[in-house]
């Protein structure tokens, strides 16, 4: 028998494919990924596994409100999850990529050091 005033639930019911992932950013970024996000589909990737490939998807749903509790924006990505690598309740780590510069030239973080007049590469 189930009623309306029941507070627990009889049963949960979680999609597989395609799935969905939920993460935040600082409310700072807001700007950046609208912006972004208005030119094109945004690409996110999550890694499981630091020895297995990340899995793609995109990003579907950015939040309307900031979380003045930790002052994030909640956002939501889509991803096939054709193999079902990706679990209902899994924690993964998730990289929004908001553009891409070609040909940039990179620098290891650990080979800029801040000093007291600016920042310095070491080689």
């Given at each position: 028998?189930?009623?309306?005033?029941?507070?627990?639930?009889?049963?949960?019911?979680?999609?597989?494919?395609?799935?969905?992932?939920?993460?935040?950013?600082?409310?700072?970024?807001?700007?950046?990924?609208?912006?972004?996000?208005?030119?094109?589909?945004?690409a996110?990737?999550?890694?499981?596994?630091?020895s297995?490939?990340?899995?793609?998807?995109?990003?579907?749903?950015?939040?309307?409100?900031?979380?003045?509790?930790?002052?994030?924006?909640?956002?939501?990505?889509?991803?096939?999850?054709?193999?079902?690598?990706?679990?209902?309740?899994?924690?993964?780590?998730?990289?929004?990529?908001?553009?891409?510069?070609?040909?940039?030239?990179?620098?290891?973080?650990?080979?800029?050091?801040?000093?007291?007049?600016?920042?310095?590469?070491?080689?």
């Amino acid at each position: 028998m189930v009623r309306a005033t029941d507070a627990s639930a009889l049963v949960v019911i979680n999609q597989v494919r395609p799935i969905y992932v939920n993460f935040a950013v600082p409310e700072q970024n807001l700007p950046e990924v609208r912006k972004y996000r208005a030119a094109g589909p945004l690409a996110v990737e999550t890694l499981t596994d630091p020895s297995a490939p990340p899995v793609r998807g995109q990003l579907i749903f950015v939040d309307n409100a900031v979380d003045s509790s930790t002052g994030t924006i909640r956002l939501r990505a889509q991803f096939d999850n054709a193999d079902a690598g990706l679990w209902p309740g899994q924690f993964v780590s998730v990289s929004l990529r908001l553009t891409e510069q070609v040909d940039a030239i990179i620098v290891p973080s650990p080979a800029v050091q801040n000093g007291p007049r600016a920042s310095t590469c070491m080689s």
